[in-house]
């Protein structure tokens, strides 16, 4: 069989979905865990395609594929999928929803989405208590990573769906790493960040001052519009491996989705599997980051919503950001 190669992407966030550093083994989860589909028995044989994926959180889902006989290679940097999806080097690769629309103008339509696997992670954090909503953000000075890219602009469209204009009722600082940022809020020397996970777990645990004040992943849910998500990260395949090898590419979705379901369901073992095959380098911080980390799936027609809807608030924000232009139709694997 081919050697697997798979790459999971965070935000980019950034969200970019980066490995964790060391935390301790007291960290208190930010979010409580989501009910999980009750298992399904899917036929564990690996299919035979190259997947590239990235460490980090994303790849958490993909640990119970990996111990079923995936063959892994995991990079830690998410610049190196694209290449290898333009020169048609992958079959299926787990990358953030914006750059999926790019590299379907880039490839002129020879890549597909199949599945939404991420929504958002980030978290509105705070040393203090006197942010209790989005409303309170007015007049504030916030630090944030990530700007020009989906953390900036879904932020903006949040904000101004709350009647809050981004350029002139908010002072935003842009830091260039989330590290940098955590570090910081740690040290006290910043009061007030936007952090995704999983150095919300991280930042919170080792400055007991700090609290996560609001998901910004339930703030879009109230204002967005069309059923559209927070989608942050997603599947894609090669249209010739979607038209030639559906079978397999079904297959392939179905395993994944189990694999997911058996990560969020059961932390404590999931977080064990994540550990071993090196998606996070310890278990303890994959056990407490995993309830934030938003892992989903998400396919056909609720795929198309969330990702339609993502795709035109970006557009609107700036074109380039998902390659110029709406993907049509055919962007969309349905099935």
């Not at 980019?12 to 930010?30: E, H, R, W, Y």
């Not at 395609?49 to 995936?70: C, R, S």
Request: net charge negative.
């Amino acid at each position: 069989m081919k050697k697997v190669l798979m790459l999971v992407l965070a935000l980019a966030m950034v969200l970019s979905f980066v490995a964790c550093n060391k935390a301790g083994d007291d960290i208190a989860p930010t979010k409580a865990p989501t009910s999980v589909p009750e298992a399904t028995a899917v036929p564990t044989t690996p299919v035979d395609a190259k997947i590239i994926a990235l460490k980090g959180p994303t790849g958490m889902g993909m640990a119970k594929l990996m111990e079923d006989g995936y063959e892994i290679e995991l990079v830690g940097d998410p610049t190196l999928v694209a290449p290898e999806v333009i020169k048609g080097n992958v079959d299926i690769a787990a990358v953030p929803v914006n750059l999926a629309a790019t590299l379907y103008q880039k490839t002129k339509g020879e890549i597909k989405i199949a599945a939404i696997n991420t929504l958002g992670t980030l978290h509105v954090v705070e040393k203090g208590n006197t942010i209790n909503s989005i409303s309170d953000l007015k007049g504030k000075t916030v630090y944030y990573t990530g700007k020009g890219s989906t953390p900036e602009y879904a932020l903006n469209y949040i904000l101004t769906q709350n009647g809050i204009d981004p350029a002139k009722d908010i002072e935003i600082v842009y830091l260039s790493e989330h590290a940098e940022l955590s570090a910081q809020m740690i040290s006290g020397d910043v009061t007030l960040g936007i952090l995704p996970e999983p150095f919300v777990t991280q930042t919170i645990a080792k400055n007991a001052e700090v609290r996560d004040a609001i998901d910004l992943s339930d703030e879009w849910d109230k204002v967005a519009e069309n059923n559209s998500k927070l989608t942050m990260g997603c599947i894609i395949v090669s249209k010739d491996f979607a038209e030639n090898h559906k079978d397999d590419l079904d297959l392939f979705l179905k395993q994944y989705e189990a694999s997911i379901n058996y990560v969020n369901g059961d932390v404590e073992k999931g977080s064990q599997l994540v550990a071993k095959h090196g998606i996070i380098p310890a278990a303890p911080v994959a056990k407490k980051a995993i309830p934030g980390c938003n892992m989903t799936f998400m396919a056909g027609d609720e795929m198309k919503s969330a990702a339609g809807g993502f795709l035109k608030v970006m557009f609107d924000a700036d074109p380039k950001s998902i390659g110029g232009t709406m993907p049509d139709e055919a962007f969309y694997y349905m099935g």
